[in-house]
């Protein structure tokens, strides 16, 4: 629960809310303008309906609070939002970046934004979202199922991130082609990933339990470093490792459902697909941070194995294993090319 007296603070007009504790506290249709939140705990927060002004959000702990049908101008938003609420909330001039995840962003509206650093992973809700030309999303990184959200046109999503349209790629998208196209070197398909659960699912099954329960112990042992910049990736790889133990645990639970007879469905294949799409996409960002930290590869190298097992096999196999075999030089330079 929250500090009274930080929250009395908070009420009484005080500008300098740095690492308060206001979880939980309910401020609802209230404005606040030049208010420092920084490394403050607005867990559970609610704000909605609110009006912020110059506000300064960075690595505040946003967990599970609540922003709904707020205004923000020249807000500054810098680390992990998980589980935020945002719906129907309308941004303008203001800086993103960090991880947004298992967030709803219903009918949120951007305007002229810098989105650059923000980094979308799982369970975000963009539905009815909008944007104005002047906040660009080049370069934003998110699982691939997220990137078909209608805000997104004009986009095209390559290597884990979006790109903006150019005229040639229209132009090389409107040319006629002939006969049947090739399937991208390497990559997986639906039907491909059913028939290899099919084959191995009393396996996946051991597999996924085994990876579970190796990821909790994994999550209690993290460290808890003080710099700003290490505190963020070990937020973000803690992030990565609930959402695969999730993903995996789903999976070999729905598996060990089905009867000797039951087909594996495209649903349960999907969702393999879906993994890989959003484990490849933190590595794309994360692989080089990943390689200089002092957190063992084992666990991410287990989980591209499964994927693999899968027949998803993720780009960061290649440096997983030559990280293994060949230090982490050669797994820097590979994750380099990745």
Known sequence: ??????????????????????????????????????????????????????????????NSTVFSQSYFYGCNFKGLIHGANLKHSQLEKCRLG??????????????????????????VVLKDAVADEATDFSGVQMPRSLSKEKIFEGYKFSRGALHKISREDIEVENEPTSGLESP??????????????????????????ALASTISKEIANLPRPNEEEQAEFVDSYRNLLIE???????????????????????????????????????????????????IDVGLIGLSTAFLGFCGAPSIAATAIAATYFGGKSLGKLITKSS
């Open 1 to 62: 629960m929250s500090d009274p007296d930080d929250v009395a603070l908070l009420r009484s007009g005080s500008k300098d809310l740095v690492a308060c504790d206001l979880s939980g506290a309910q401020f609802p249709s209230q404005r606040f303008e030049n208010v420092s939140f920084q490394r403050a705990d607005i867990s559970s927060t609610h704000f909605a309906n609110c009006t912020f002004i110059n506000c300064d959000f960075t690595q505040a702990k946003i």
């Open 98 to 123: 960090g991880l947004v995840t298992r967030s709803r962003l219903d009918g949120i509206k951007f305007t002229a934004c810098d989105v650059s650093g923000m980094r979308f992973q799982d369970r």
């Open 184 to 209: 991208p070197q390497g990559d997986a398909s639906n039907s491909d990933v059913k028939f290899l659960i099919s084959r191995s699912r009393e396996t996946i099954v051991l597999m996924s339990g």
């Open 244 to 294: 695969i133990q999730s993903a995996v645990s789903e999976l070999g639970h729905e598996l060990s459902e089905l009867s000797a007879n039951d087909e594996v469905s495209d649903k349960q294949s999907a969702k393999v697909l879906k993994f890989r799409e959003f484990f490849d996409a933190w590595w794309v960002e994360n692989g080089n941070r990943f390689a200089n930290s002092s």
